[in-house]
């Protein structure tokens, strides 16, 4: 009897210790939405200026890029990152986006983040003409995915004095330009419903204008531009990143209200602090480093882009 009591007490208990320990030790819900996330684009994605370790002048890649900062924030499990952004891609922006979207097609992802995958065919050498043309292939090379295409519009740097040797006056078209591209950008979208346009280039504004900044529930005061945009004027601090990506997510969850709250952690602070004990990032094979004083000198004569 004694024993028999002990597993019915055993018995009783058992489901309540389960309960307690849910919060603590169950892993968390799986999102089919995130498994297989591909990144593609520029200097920012590949994080710009975040590794105090890499010398970008010499061509060497950041250990800190976007996908590690997205790696960090999936809550649930899920495959590692594909991460195909290179801060290279201003050298050769037309090869460099073929490229890049060939190797992300081979990870099958579920979801392709590609927040400044369109700056260098908006932006470097070239007329009005050209710049629409090489959107347009870009545009072209994601029209294969049937995935989430995360895509985000391009900011305007006139009259905003970035670094001319980050971005050379030159290589800024006209704002008249940068509004018909964009316009050119929407109607794209609109034509695909699995894009999301994420607004970046109007948060972009407000950072540089040093506006209050709302993402992802996260607020920045008027003020805040120091702590979010590089010296450069042109690169976001490791916690800019961040809140570009809760900008991303947030463009996401209107377009589909299905993606769970609680699947990516957002919150700006914690994100940054978690991304910084993650894993160093894989750097992105699309474009070979090499040739970095080449690519210099293209920066500093005005020739990117082309």
């Not at 540089?208 to 709302?214: K, L, P, R, V």
Request: hydrophobic share 45%; with cysteine; net charge neutral.
């Amino acid at each position: 009897m004694r024993t028999l009591s002990l597993a019915v007490l055993c018995l009783s208990v058992l489901p309540t210790a389960l309960r307690a320990g849910d919060t603590t030790a169950a892993a968390a819900p799986r999102v089919d939405a995130l498994q297989r996330i591909a990144i593609v684009g520029a200097s920012m994605s590949a994080g710009f200026g975040l590794d105090p370790e890499a010398n970008p002048m010499m061509g060497q890649e950041s250990k800190m890029q976007l996908a590690q900062i997205v790696e960090a924030s999936i809550v649930g499990p899920h495959e590692p990152v594909h991460n195909g952004a290179t801060m290279m891609f201003f050298t050769a922006p037309e090869p460099t986006a073929k490229r890049a979207l060939a190797e992300a097609k081979t990870a099958k992802p579920t979801v392709i983040v590609a927040l400044d995958y369109l700056f260098w065919m908006g932006y470097g050498s070239g007329n009005e003409a050209k710049r629409e043309e090489r959107v347009k292939s870009a545009l072209a090379l994601l029209e294969p995915f049937e995935c989430p295409i995360l895509l985000s519009d391009l900011p305007d740097f006139n009259g905003a004095k970035p670094d001319p040797m980050m971005l050379p006056p030159q290589a800024i078209p006209p704002a008249e330009t940068i509004v018909k591209l964009n316009k050119q950008i929407g109607e794209w979208a609109k034509e695909h419903k699995n894009v999301v346009l994420v607004p970046q280039g109007e948060m972009l504004r407000k950072l540089i204008a040093d506006e209050e900044i709302q993402a992802g529930g996260n607020t920045f005061v008027k003020g805040s531009r120091a702590r979010l945009l590089q010296a450069d004027g042109l690169h976001t601090t490791l916690e800019g990143t961040c809140a570009m990506w809760a900008s991303a997510v947030d463009a996401w969850r209107a377009h589909d209200a299905t993606l769970p709250v609680d699947a990516l952690l957002i919150d700006v602070a914690q994100l940054a602090a978690k991304a910084k004990g993650a894993p160093p990032a894989k750097p992105g094979t699309a474009v070979k480093p090499g040739k970095a004083k080449k690519a210099k000198a293209k920066e500093k004569a005005g020739k990117t882009g082309g």
